[in-house]
């Protein structure tokens, strides 16, 4: 069974990368690159590099800067880079300064936005004067710094979800930059703080979107203000969708196509509508399900070995919560993170950016993490002092511990095999990116390869993670574990794991679809970030289920939880810290 297992999450794995690999490219036709230089700092960006069939020195082909926004890496402009490269255009898909795979400290040199479009001008198959820029959120930012600072190095922009006159990008006027598209969603969670408007719908009569349209009146969706052949051509567009969602969007990528095939030249002529990124998402959402069964098959192979075989146990009768008092346990349970989310993160802002924690939201992450943790063990000792204990449970009943003289060599076993096991997966990551140039992802959430800063960081972060799955997994094993089947054991687990972000989300964003605001206006940074928490705590559920039915324990699943998730959270965050 274990083998089957193996082989079927290789064949996804597989399968999963070639379509991936084959939108990207185009069927091979595109040549995409993983591409390094150095900045005039001496510091290496990164970037993927989409060089179309046709782009020589010869024949250079027109050229489009993308960029990212906060927290993100260069993958999330897939859907733009693959469009815009399938029309001809070479497309510099940026990893800002201090995400992904350019060096830290994240904010640094206009967010890398200059460098990089020195780069892409550099190139011989680029025709440097007929050059767009396009970039989503805070990468709007960074392309609007980088045409402040080469003026004639440019000739249209495009930000999505993004404003001028912020973190060093001018205000725009009727005629800077030159031929601007604003791509601003009807449900962004960010128009107040973009441009003044609280309310999203509200953006066209703000007064500083008029001004950088040069009108008195509300801006009109999809009309034309200005000129393309003087520069100084205006467009504004309001997909129905959220923030995150622009770079998921087949109308907001479809306006960024657009507005560059209008205001350059040299583009393969395709509708904005013939669009095909998405399947390059679902490849990527196949092959992070074959990653997760992948965990779940070796993991199987190795307690079949000598070696893990004293791991394997027999799961003693449940003396947890029963009736009611398990409902109220469970609800608790689902509960408590998610409404302490926003609350206890903020502490994290008290422990300064350093070599030893160099990521400000991981920082918060874990600030948020210890803190559930502690509050959840109390919780389960008070449940076990008045209950459990009155029950005859003890720690082996918890799966803490197996038995006496055993536990010691249980938990150093126990580590060595999530150590295994995470490495199985993240060799096929790096297999996947270096044979396919793809990652494991899906829309906000993505499993990436780290960098040596970010192997660092793994390294300051991980052992609080493990801490708080510990406490996670003794409460599910021995408070809210009931008998049962395997199947119905998991989905339980799962269940509990994320219905509590589900509930944060759906607070947050229903009256924003409403046409009103978040409900809590000042996190919206947060209300995104959530999103995460649910792959990230189904999967950990998925784990903890499989592997606590396996062992009996709470040891193995609590440190492939906690190896994990640092791995995906530092991986895909923001390192601040760049000394």
Same mark, same amino acid.
């Given at each position: 069974?274990?083998?089957?297992?193996?082989?079927?999450?290789?064949?996804?794995?597989?399968?999963?990368?070639?379509?991936?690999?084959?939108?990207?490219?185009?069927?091979?036709?595109?040549?995409?690159?993983?591409?390094?230089?150095?900045?005039?700092?001496?510091?290496?960006?990164?970037? =993927?590099?989409?060089?179309?069939?046709?782009?020589?020195?010869?024949?250079?082909?027109?050229?489009?800067?993308?960029?990212?926004?906060?927290?993100? &890496?260069?993958?999330?402009?897939?859907?733009?880079?693959?469009?815009?490269?399938?029309?001809?255009?070479?497309?510099?898909? =940026?990893?800002?300064?201090?995400?992904?795979? &350019?060096?830290?400290?994240?904010?640094?040199?206009?967010?890398?936005?200059?460098?990089?479009?020195?780069?892409?001008?550099?190139?011989?198959?680029?025709?440097?004067?007929?050059?767009?820029?396009?970039?989503?959120?805070?990468?709007?930012?960074?392309?609007?710094?980088?045409?402040?600072?080469?003026?004639?190095?440019?000739?249209?922009?495009?930000?999505?979800?993004?404003?001028?006159?912020?973190?060093?990008?001018?205000?725009?006027?009727?005629?800077?930059?030159?031929?601007?598209?604003?791509?601003?969603?009807?449900?962004?969670?960010?128009?107040?703080?973009?441009?003044?408007?609280?309310?999203?719908?509200?953006?066209?009569?703000?007064?500083?979107?008029?001004?950088?349209?040069?009108?008195?009146?509300?801006?009109?969706?999809?009309?034309?203000?200005?000129?393309?052949?003087?520069?100084?051509?205006?467009?504004?567009?309001?997909?129905?969708?959220?923030?995150?969602?622009?770079?998921?969007?087949?109308?907001?990528?479809?306006?960024?196509?657009?507005?560059?095939?209008?205001?350059?030249?040299?583009?393969?002529?395709?509708?904005?509508?013939?669009?095909?990124?998405?399947?390059?998402?679902?490849?990527?959402?196949?092959?992070?399900?074959?990653?997760?069964?992948?965990?779940?098959?070796? $993991?199987?192979?190795?307690?079949?070995?000598?070696?893990?075989?004293?791991?394997?146990?027999?799961?003693?009768p449940s003396k947890g919560a029963t009736g009611a008092a398990w409902w109220g346990a469970?609800?608790?349970?689902?509960? =408590?993170?998610?409404?302490?989310?926003?609350?206890?993160?903020?502490?994290?802002?008290?422990?300064?950016?350093?070599?030893?924690?160099?990521?400000?939201?991981?920082?918060?992450?874990?600030?948020?993490?210890?803190?559930?943790?502690?509050?959840?063990?109390?919780?389960? $000792?008070?449940?076990?002092?008045?209950?459990?204990?009155?029950?005859?449970?003890?720690?082996?009943?918890y799966g803490v511990t197996v038995g006496k003289g055993q536990t010691a060599t249980h938990?150093?076993?126990?580590?060595?095999?999530?150590?295994?096991?995470?490495?199985?997966?993240?060799?096929?990551?790096?297999?996947?990116?270096?044979?396919?140039?793809?990652?494991?992802?899906?829309?906000?959430?993505?499993?990436?390869?780290?960098?040596?800063?970010?192997?660092?960081?793994?390294?300051?972060?991980?052992?609080?993670?493990?801490?708080?799955?510990?406490?996670?997994?003794?409460?599910?094993?021995?408070?809210?574990?009931?008998?049962?089947?395997?199947?119905?054991?998991?989905?339980?687990?799962?269940?509990?794991?994320?219905?509590?972000?589900?509930?944060?989300?759906?607070?947050?964003?229903?009256?924003?679809?409403?046409?009103?605001?978040?409900?809590?206006?000042?996190?919206?940074?947060?209300?995104?970030?959530?999103?995460?928490?649910?792959?990230?705590?189904?999967?950990?559920?998925?784990?903890?289920?499989?592997?606590?039915?396996?062992?009996? &324990?709470?040891?193995?699943?609590?440190?492939?939880?906690?190896?994990?998730?640092?791995?995906?959270?530092?991986?895909?965050?923001?390192?601040?810290?760049?000394?």
């Open positions: 069974m274990a083998k089957n297992a193996l082989l079927g999450a290789l064949a996804l794995i597989f399968v999963g990368d070639v379509l991936a690999w084959s939108v990207q490219t185009d069927l091979g036709a595109i040549d995409v690159q993983d591409v390094r230089w150095q900045d005039g700092d001496g510091k290496t960006l990164s970037a =993927l590099l989409y060089v179309p069939p046709g782009a020589t020195a010869e024949s250079p082909a027109p050229g489009v800067l993308a960029v990212h926004g906060y927290i993100n &890496s260069r993958e999330t402009q897939d859907g733009f880079a693959i469009e815009l490269a399938r029309r001809g255009f070479v497309v510099l898909a =940026l990893d800002q300064t201090g995400h992904g795979f &350019s060096d830290p400290p994240a904010f640094r040199a206009g967010f890398g936005g200059p460098a990089g479009l020195s780069y892409l001008r550099s190139l011989d198959f680029v025709d440097g004067d007929n050059v767009g820029l396009e970039g989503h959120s805070m990468g709007g930012w960074a392309v609007l710094i980088a045409a402040a600072g080469a003026p004639d190095d440019y000739r249209a922009v495009v930000i999505e979800g993004s404003s001028t006159g912020s973190s060093g990008a001018p205000d725009a006027t009727d005629d800077w930059p030159r031929n601007l598209a604003v791509v601003f969603s009807k449900y962004d969670e960010f128009s107040g703080g973009m441009w003044g408007s609280p309310v999203a719908a509200d953006v066209p009569a703000s007064e500083k979107l008029r001004a950088a349209f040069g009108t008195d009146a509300p801006v009109e969706p999809g009309r034309i203000y200005g000129s393309v052949d003087d520069g100084t051509a205006r467009i504004f567009w309001q997909p129905p969708v959220t923030h995150p969602a622009d770079h998921f969007s087949t109308r907001a990528i479809g306006h960024a196509i657009e507005w560059l095939q209008t205001t350059l030249d040299g583009e393969r002529p395709l509708p904005a509508s013939d669009q095909v990124w998405y399947w390059k998402e679902v490849g990527n959402l196949i092959a992070l399900l074959g990653m997760v069964l992948l965990i779940l098959a070796v $993991g199987d192979l190795l307690l079949d070995t000598p070696f893990f075989r004293p791991l394997v146990r027999e799961v003693p469970a609800f608790l349970f689902a509960v =408590l993170p998610a409404v302490t989310l926003f609350p206890f993160k903020d502490l994290g802002g008290s422990i300064p950016v350093s070599a030893l924690f160099p990521q400000a939201i991981t920082t918060h992450v874990m600030a948020w993490a210890v803190l559930v943790g502690v509050l959840s063990a109390v919780l389960f $000792g008070v449940w076990h002092l008045r209950v459990g204990r009155r029950q005859g449970a003890t720690w082996r009943d938990v150093a076993r126990s580590l060595l095999l999530a150590l295994l096991v995470v490495g199985a997966a993240y060799v096929s990551l790096l297999v996947s990116s270096a044979v396919f140039t793809v990652d494991y992802r899906f829309w906000v959430f993505a499993v990436k390869p780290m960098g040596a800063h970010h192997g660092r960081a793994w390294l300051s972060y991980v052992v609080p993670f493990v801490l708080f799955f510990l406490v996670y997994g003794v409460v599910l094993f021995g408070q809210l574990r009931r008998d049962g089947s395997a199947a119905t054991s998991t989905l339980r687990t799962m269940a509990v794991s994320i219905l509590g972000f589900v509930g944060l989300i759906a607070f947050q964003y229903t009256p924003l679809f409403l046409g009103g605001t978040l409900a809590i206006p000042g996190e919206a940074l947060w209300s995104i970030i959530a999103f995460q928490f649910v792959p990230i705590m189904a999967i950990v559920g998925l784990v903890t289920a499989h592997f606590q039915r396996r062992t009996a &324990s709470v040891w193995p699943a609590a440190f492939l939880s906690g190896f994990l998730v640092t791995w995906i959270v530092v991986a895909s965050q923001a390192t601040h810290y760049g000394g």
